[in-house]
């Protein structure tokens, strides 16, 4: 009988390869339409010249307050957890230890990492996100002596 924690975990990883792309998507959309071009003050342009603030574009776009950094970077993050949990030499984190740990953590990624970014491919990303936490939520009663290991690549 084939194993099947193998066939959990490569659902898994195209689950997390979906999810890195929604962030990747997300990241790339966020800095759209953001007016972050640098601009050379002229000498009669605002109330200071030479020294007159013409780049709020380019601060607003690149700002480090918590709120900038999380609606940016979250999703990508996420992702990137996600899929570095698969991958050998990055593996030194383990995001989860059993297959209810592996649940929740997918039910977090559709929820915090795929729903509501990407439009139409975060939807679906985080439908598959879903069917990956309902598989590994089967597994907790299936394979009751078994823990999930991750395909590594």
Same mark, same amino acid.
């Given at each position: #009988?084939?194993?099947?924690?193998?066939?959990?975990?490569?659902?898994?990883?195209?689950?997390?390869?979906?999810?890195?792309?929604?962030?990747?998507?997300?990241? %790339?959309?966020?800095?759209?339409?953001?007016?972050?071009?640098?601009?050379?003050?002229?000498?009669?342009?605002?109330?200071?010249?030479?020294?007159?603030?013409?780049?709020?574009?380019?601060?607003? &776009?690149?700002?480090?307050?918590?709120?900038?950094?999380?609606?940016?970077?979250?999703?990508?993050?996420?992702? %990137?957890?996600?899929?570095?949990?698969?991958?050998?030499?990055?593996?030194?984190?383990?995001?989860?230890?059993? %297959?209810?740990?592996?649940?929740? %953590?997918?039910?977090?990624?559709?929820?915090? !990492?795929?729903?509501?970014?990407? !439009?139409?491919? !975060?939807?679906?990303?985080?439908?598959?996100?879903?069917?990956? &936490?309902?598989?590994?939520?089967? #597994?907790?009663?299936?394979?009751?002596? !078994?823990?999930?290991?991750?395909?590594?690549?």
């Amino acid at each position: #009988m084939p194993d099947v924690g193998v066939s959990v975990h490569s659902v898994a990883f195209i689950t997390s390869i979906a999810a890195f792309v929604v962030g990747i998507i997300h990241l %790339w959309l966020s800095f759209e339409g953001t007016d972050s071009n640098l601009k050379w003050a002229k000498r009669n342009e605002g109330n200071h010249g030479f020294i007159s603030e013409v780049n709020q574009g380019w601060q607003e &776009a690149f700002e480090l307050t918590p709120q900038a950094i999380v609606d940016h970077f979250q999703p990508v993050l996420i992702g %990137w957890f996600s899929l570095a949990h698969h991958i050998r030499y990055v593996n030194k984190l383990s995001l989860y230890g059993s %297959w209810l740990q592996m649940c929740l %953590w997918y039910v977090f990624v559709a929820l915090f !990492g795929c729903f509501g970014y990407a !439009g139409s491919l !975060g939807i679906i990303a985080g439908a598959l996100a879903l069917v990956t &936490a309902v598989v590994a939520g089967v #597994m907790v009663f299936v394979d009751q002596a !078994g823990e999930p290991r991750p395909v590594l690549f």
